[in-house]
């Protein structure tokens, strides 16, 4: 149980372009998602954290105009990255959590967006 | 001071060995506790929660001590498939999330 998948896996395009990322909950409902992206043999940065039919929390220094997200169901959370340059491109990482606290997150397999 | 702090290593044990990460946690609030592992260019995956009395998981023991702010992983007979980064997860409540940096571990054969 808990799976959550991420699509797409990878992505390359032009800089300019925007980019969505959906993260979906297979088997459960999520009340929390939430997105991370981490560059190469860093860690795992969070972005924001979104519940279901409300507005997303970003974290300091995350442009929420630039990182769109919409979690319009208990099992589908969207990140679209507007007008992406090359300095966007990173390895994003969705994660969902039903309940409390008190349970782990669950992660999707992520998307490597490169932008050319 | 960081929520969490972990050892970034790297590990490097030969297969067969013991071998065991430590991990600190600055609030003394903080409700539930996790490691996953992440292999390269992966997502992270869970490991196992930290349960007050410790578990195993096979080859997998974790505690914690809420006394001293740690948790702790134990793996016992490594194996090659056992290289990968180990990340532990505090939550201290609701939302809040606080990871380690990581701790890199190589199983040499």
């Known amino acids: 149980g808990a799976v959550v998948s991420q699509h797409p896996s990878w992505v390359i395009c032009k800089s300019g372009t925007s980019v969505k990322i959906e993260c979906r909950s297979l088997?459960?409902?999520?009340?929390?998602m939430f997105w991370y992206r981490q560059f190469p043999k860093q860690s795992l940065m969070l972005m924001a954290t979104?519940?279901?039919?409300?507005?997303?929390?970003?974290e300091q220094g995350v442009e929420k105009d630039k990182f769109l997200i919409n979690h319009a169901s208990l099992t589908l959370s969207t990140l679209t990255v507007t007008s992406a340059h090359p300095e966007d491109s990173s390895f994003y990482i969705c994660?969902?959590?039903?309940?409390?606290?008190?349970?782990?997150?669950?992660f999707g397999d992520g998307t490597r967006l490169s932008i050319l | 001071r960081k929520e969490v702090e972990q050892d970034p290593g790297p590990f490097n044990v030969p297969e067969g060995a013991t071998v065991a990460f430590n991990c600190t946690y600055s609030?003394?609030?903080?409700?539930?506790f996790f490691w996953y592992r992440q292999d390269c260019r992966k997502e992270p995956k869970l490991l196992m929660s930290?349960?007050?009395s410790g578990n195993e998981d096979g080859r997998f023991t974790a505690q914690l001590n809420r006394a001293s702010q740690y948790i702790s992983l134990l793996i016992r007979d490594s194996k090659l498939s056992d290289s990968a980064t180990y990340l532990c997860?505090?939550?201290?409540?609701?939302?809040?999330?606080?990871f380690g940096t990581g701790t890199s571990l190589t199983v040499i054969p």
């Open positions: 979104s519940n279901e039919g409300s507005k997303a929390t970003y």
């Open positions: 994660s969902a959590l039903t309940g409390t606290g008190g349970n782990p997150q669950h």
């Open positions: 609030n003394s609030a903080s409700q539930s």
């Open positions: 930290v349960y007050s």
């Open positions: 088997d459960f409902q999520a009340t929390t």
């Open positions: 997860v505090v939550n201290r409540g609701g939302n809040q999330f606080y």
